[in-house]
């Protein structure tokens, strides 16, 4: 699998205008080439931010004491955290990042909670591409893991890429 | 609103999801815990223009806030039962915009028993304040044998 270095001291450009020429459009994109990634360390701060957003309230996610006699034996991530992965693993010349880029729709498998600590890595390629009543589609293919090596989720997703 | 008890469960049976009342803050809120600062969810001027044949008029909310919301119910639901969320499909039918409320529902689908474990599948949905369909689905919990 492709992968740079970890990025963990650079700071998340927020600004996805700012590399925007350095990323792939929708003609250069090679169905079935790896995309790079980076590892990313998943913090119990990152987990309990996403469910804020979502009005998540499980204490499973968020509450230590209650978690360690739950079923996981300790704090674990939502099943959807691969939201968040999706750009935390990625560099800011990846394409996903393209501003005008529109998430058709997407299916997600999952095998193991992500817990907190845990040093994620995935791969990811483009897998299809296709015209369509006039808009560009890649389908792209994920599978995130742990530093175990156990898969955590995989998915696949749509997105219409801008002109 | 049903319980998740495998045994009990029928095809028709419905589950209820949390309302969801969208903003620009919550929409920037989930820009920071998704990482994804499209300007799709950032930039009215952007915006403002054309994206092929759509024109949204405004920024619109991320579509996986949606597939977070649905994901939300699916594990309330099931958690409790010993139930595990397995998979999630979503595709998105209308844009999402400050203003809005969105709620979640599903209904169970179909049952289905394995060599090694059972299944429940369950069409989702999310509505707005109008009752149009935002977003819809399929999701997969499954009920392992030493669960109710």
């Known amino acids: 699998m492709a992968q740079a270095e970890s990025s963990a001291a650079t700071p998340f450009e927020t600004d996805f205008w700012k590399d925007s020429k350095l990323r792939k459009m929708w003609d250069d994109i090679v169905p079935g080439e790896p995309r790079k990634t980076l590892p990313y360390t998943l913090t119990q701060e990152a987990i309990a931010l996403y469910c804020r957003a979502v009005g998540e309230t499980n204490p499973l996610y968020l509450d230590e004491a209650a978690a360690k006699a739950g079923p996981h034996g300790g704090l674990v991530a939502p099943p959807a955290i691969h939201i968040l992965l999706m750009f935390a693993c990625t560099p800011a010349d990846d394409w996903m990042r393209s501003p005008g880029t529109v998430n058709a729709g997407q299916s997600w498998s999952y095998n193991i909670p992500a817990r907190p600590g845990d040093t994620i890595t995935l791969q990811a390629r483009a897998l299809d591409k296709f015209i369509k009543r006039e808009r560009l589609f890649v389908v792209h293919d994920n599978v995130f893991f742990n530093q175990h090596g156990d898969v955590i989720c995989s998915g696949r997703g749509q997105t219409i890429r801008p002109m | ?148």
């Open chain 2, 1 to 148: 609103m049903t319980s998740a008890n495998f045994d009990a469960l029928k095809a028709g049976d419905t589950i209820d999801g949390p309302a969801f009342a969208v903003s620009r803050e919550s929409i920037r809120l989930f820009c920071d815990a998704s990482l994804d600062y499209n300007p799709l969810h950032l930039d009215d001027n952007y915006m403002k223009g054309d994206f092929g044949k759509t024109n949204f008029g405004g920024i619109i909310m991320h579509g996986m806030n949606n597939f977070g919301l649905i994901s939300r119910m699916l594990t309330d639901w099931a958690t409790p039962a010993g139930a595990i969320h397995r998979r999630l499909e979503t595709r998105w039918l209308k844009p999402v915009k400050p203003g809005d409320t969105i709620r979640p529902a599903g209904t169970i689908k179909a049952k289905q028993t394995t060599a090694k474990s059972r299944w429940v599948l369950v069409d989702v949905a999310v509505q707005n304040q109008r009752g149009e369909t935002v977003a819809a689905g399929e999701a997969m919990l499954e009920f392992p044998a030493s669960a109710n």
